[in-house]
């Protein structure tokens, strides 16, 4: 075995490729994308070293052609579940034994596998099936997973080295443990980096995974499964089950040996996960690691003293990049009565030159919703902000579903701070506006805190520094990330960890070591030099 303390390279962003046009980037993930298109897929279990196929499948599609079938992925039964974690459990001691150089190695590797051959083919899977623009393709599937491997190996040996103190007499030391049992990951449709991060922070600190993607997400899930595999996790370290998340839900939460799941998804989801843990406490070998970021209502929110150009900016890119189907998406706006024409004119203006469509045209900046689900609650809103009196739609409104899920980016503006979609979390194009009187600024930051049960993200735009240092106080709940003079989205790993509370999760920060360290579990060796051989102490001899 070698001996060394090793150190490992040292972790950089990766550089987000800009698509220009004739650029060979964009050729290569063009082609890319023709080739996944014009193919078929067909995605079976990962569990141990085998890839089982049920025969029980279903179809992936596009959502912004939503007939074109790209593949089908095979649905697990309990027994299958049962089986996953049975091999993860049997893989578990070689992997933890692992030294921790060897673990680093192999997402090292994965990084480099993305950012060279595989990028093209993982930005294209992300386009084709999570209707993503070229360049949020980049910034989520490309870079931030890249991100996530090279600082999470850079996170973990930080974490190793940090140990107590010790004397002449005595050596006292830290060892980070993996959990003892099994990780459950369940990761999101709308980022794949994060569908690749939950499993692998995990399985990074030693630990084993069942991972179960979103069924909307499978297609570059499938993807990020070759590169894991190319990059060496052995069998069983990460096991990948897909079908009905209450039926595998309900298999791990049962067995004696679940150790923590780590989870981004909805809000109700999560409780119910937090419930059902609770509820089986009895049963578990240790009390489990719940790590979870779920929902988001994210404000911006300007001050009389703000840039008009920046808060619309703020509000286009904030809400409607990717459709607004971020946890971070700005939703509410809060606008200054002395600065509403302004931003009106601009942001109307500013959407009406967006265009619509396919991702594979690089001029569309909003491309289609998730699936259908959400194509119909988005437009029941939009439907009742037409008629209610205390709602004005001023940009947008329309949608269509007959090629692909698709909705207009769309503005409304209340006169009411408390309307539906000033509080409910929709997950899509939709911004909702309240335009304050300019001298009720602390009373309308005191309205931010307040309406919504989320914490997640926030921006507040203002030249004024006397504002600011006001905002970031009173708002210091508000949002586990919050942006001065710019918008609520675009968390950089190792720049900006990202996680929020309230009923938006854990907040155990992705992209930094406190999330890793939610993966071990400490022991503390004291070894003793000098051993006493009487009991009895200086002070009894009197």
């Known amino acids: ?16 490729k800009a ?20 193919a078929q897929v067909d995605v079976p279990l990962y569990i141990g070293s085998e890839e089982i196929r049920t025969g029980n499948t279903k179809n992936m599609s596009a959502p912004h052609d939503h007939k074109h079938v790209v593949g089908t992925y095979h649905l697990a039964e309990k027994k299958h579940v049962d089986m996953a974690i049975e091999n993860a ?27 060279g051959p595989y990028r093209a083919r993982i930005n294209a899977a992300t386009m084709i099936a999570q209707s ?7 910034i989520d599937a490309a870079c931030e997973l890249i991100d996530f491997l090279r600082f999470n190996v850079e996170f973990m040996t930080q974490i190793y080295n940090d140990q107590p103190k ?36 995990a399985a990074m600190m030693g630990n084993v995974v069942i991972w179960k993607p979103s069924d909307s997400q499978v297609f570059s899930a499938k993807v990020i499964i070759d590169v894991f595999k190319e990059a060496g996790v052995p069998d069983g370290v990460i096991n990948v089950v897909f079908g009905d998340a209450a039926m595998i839900s309900n298999t791990i939460f049962d067995h004696a040996d679940f150790a923590g799941i780590h989870f981004t998804g909805s809000t109700h989801v999560f409780k119910d996960i937090f ?13 489990p690691r719940i790590v979870g970021e779920t929902g988001g209502k994210d404000f911006i929110v300007a001050h009389p003293s703000a840039d008009v150009k920046q808060v619309v900016t703020g509000i286009a890119r904030g809400a409607f990049e990717f459709q607004g ?26 959407v009406k030159s967006m265009k619509m469509g396919s991702p594979a045209d690089f001029s569309n900046f909003v491309t289609a919703v998730i699936h259908e689900g959400s194509f119909d609650k988005l437009a029941s809103y939009i439907d009742q902000a037409k008629k209610d009196k205390d709602a004005e739609i001023i940009i947008g409104g329309n949608y269509d579903k007959s090629v692909g899920y698709f909705i207009e980016p769309t503005v ?11 509080e409910t979390e929709l997950f899509g194009p939709v911004m909702t506006i309240y335009v304050y009187d300019d001298n009720k600024w602390s009373e309308t930051l005191k309205l931010v805190d307040e309406t919504s049960p989320y914490a997640l993200t926030g921006a507040v735009f203002s030249q004024d520094r006397y504002a600011l240092a006001e905002a970031t106080e009173v708002l210091k709940n508000a949002a586990g990330n919050f942006y001065i003079n710019d918008k609520p989205t675009g968390a950089v790993v190792g720049m900006q960890p990202f996680g929020g509370a309230r009923a938006s999760g854990t907040n155990d920060k992705a992209g930094s070591a406190l999330n890793l360290l939610r993966w071990v579990s400490p022991r503390t060796i004291k070894e003793t030099f000098v051993t006493p051989t009487d009991y009895r102490y200086p002070f009894l001899g009197e």
Not at 171 to 191: D, K, M, S
Not at 328 to 334: E, K, N
């Open 132 to 138: 993503k623009t070229v360049f949020q393709a980049e």
């Open 1 to 16: 075995m070698l001996k060394g303390f090793f150190h490992v390279p040292k972790a950089v962003n990766e550089p987000v």
């Open 89 to 115: 459990l049997a893989a578990k001691d070689a992997w933890a034994d692992l030294a921790w150089e060897q673990r680093a190695a192999i997402f090292l590797k994965a990084a480099e596998l993305i950012a």
């Open 325 to 350: 189907q971020k946890c971070s998406a700005a939703s509410r706006g809060y606008i200054p009565q002395s600065l509403w024409p302004a931003v009106k004119e601009q942001l109307i203006a500013d």
């Open 19 to 38: 698509y220009r046009p004739g650029s060979p980037e964009k050729e290569a993930v063009l082609a890319a994308y023709n080739a996944m298109w014009n």
């Open 412 to 422: 409304i503006v209340t006169t009411n701070p408390h309307y539906a979609t000033m």
């Open 275 to 287: 419930k059902t843990i609770g509820n089986n406490i009895d049963k578990y070998k240790t009390y």
């Open 166 to 201: 010790s004397n002449s007499d005595m050596w006292n030391r830290l060892e980070y443990r993996p959990l003892e049992g099994f990780v459950y990951a369940i990761t999101p449709f709308n980022f794949t980096a994060i569908a690749a991060n939950l499993p692998a922070s």
